[in-house]
């Protein structure tokens, strides 16, 4: 049965309100996106830094770190996954969800205990659904997350790597969090946070500026003191680098889909408008066909008096 016109006009008028809503989003979206990537721009030549600092010390010492050393048997380890605190965001966290289920099965065949770490309340609403248990979680800062919510959850994880076995510690950490490629990509990727796997120094990171003799390296107070604040350091700027990256991320994903249902709905108040416009056509044509009839039938009266 085709709708009457009070009922086109009446979902016209509430796709309209939606449009306007999702357009709304999509614009703030699109004004906090340039912040967040800037942001995540900006922590990359610290990182890099940081990177070079813990692979100077781990390479010219002989002490045997924890956190550096691979373990001697892996038994538990511990998946870290960054989602969004909100919806709307297309795939963001589903696939981000996704990503860190696959890297648990992949861990649990290989023998291993799994715990879980949730930052965002889509993974723990996701989780706690299907009765998953988690380890920690943490929520209410996604879009905008700041350097203490990264220590807050670095401390979490150093304190949970750092624990004996039997006490429930872990003997590694994976992070599953979201690379924002391009404004349009955004691919969830998994990192082996802990123990770090240190990479050798190239051979022209060897030599002196001057000369062709190896730099030579002396660590105040000792190696192991600086190696202590170096990892420590190293652990909470890579939280706080997936923290940014996936805030980004997420902000580039609601945009995108705000976009996409702007769209939608833009083209469904177009098809809404068309049946309208056939709906009062047809509706004037009924009207003009019966004031024509009525006109004949009184006409066809007079005739016959």
């Known amino acids: 049965m085709p709708a009457s016109l009070r009922e086109l006009r009446q979902r016209k008028s509430s796709v309209t309100a939606t449009q306007k809503i999702t357009k709304a989003m999509e614009l703030i979206s699109a004004s906090r996106i340039v ?32 956190l550096t050393q691979e373990p001697k048997q892996r038994r538990r380890a511990a998946v870290v996954m960054f989602t969004s605190d909100r919806g709307l965001a297309g795939g963001y966290s589903t696939n981000a969800i996704k990503m860190a289920l696959r890297l648990r099965s992949k861990l649990e065949s290989e023998g291993l205990e799994v715990d879980i770490y949730v930052s ?31 220590q807050v959850i670095s401390e979490a994880l ?25 404004m349009l990509v955004q691919e969830p990727r998994v990192r082996r946070m802990l123990p770090i796997e240190v990479v050798e120094e190239g051979a022209d990171t060897e030599k002196a500026v001057e000369g062709d003799q190896p730099l030579q390296y002396a660590f105040e107070p000792d190696a192991e003191t600086v190696l202590d604040s170096l990892l420590d350091l190293y652990v909470r700027n890579r939280v706080w680098f997936y923290l940014l990256e ?28 068309t049946e309208i416009n056939q709906a009062r056509q047809a509706q004037i ?5 019966e004031i024509v009839g009525g006109a004949s039938a ?8």
């Not at 769209?263 to 809404?272: E, G, R």
């Not at 009184?298 to 008096?305: F, G, P, R, V």
Request: no cysteine.
């Open 246 to 273: 996936s805030a980004a991320s997420e902000l580039a994903s609601r945009q995108k889909a705000m976009k996409s249902a702007t769209d939608n709905a833009q083209q469904l108040i177009n098809s809404l408008t």
């Open 35 to 66: 912040k967040a990537d800037r942001a995540a721009r900006a922590a990359l030549p610290f990182t890099s830094v940081l990177n070079r600092a813990v692979a100077a010390v781990a390479n010219h010492t002989d002490i045997e770190h924890p």
């Open 120 to 150: 965002g309340r889509k993974g723990q609403d996701f989780l706690g659904f299907r009765e998953i248990p988690v380890s920690d979680g943490w929520q209410g800062y996604s879009e905008s997350p700041t350097y203490d919510d990264a």
């Open 158 to 182: 150093m304190e949970s790597f750092l624990k004996p076995f039997e006490e429930g510690g872990v003997d590694e950490i994976y992070a599953v969090y979201t690379r924002m490629v391009s």
């Open 298 to 305: 009184l006409t066809e009266a007079d005739s016959a008096e």
């Open 285 to 289: 044509t009924q009207e003009i066909t």
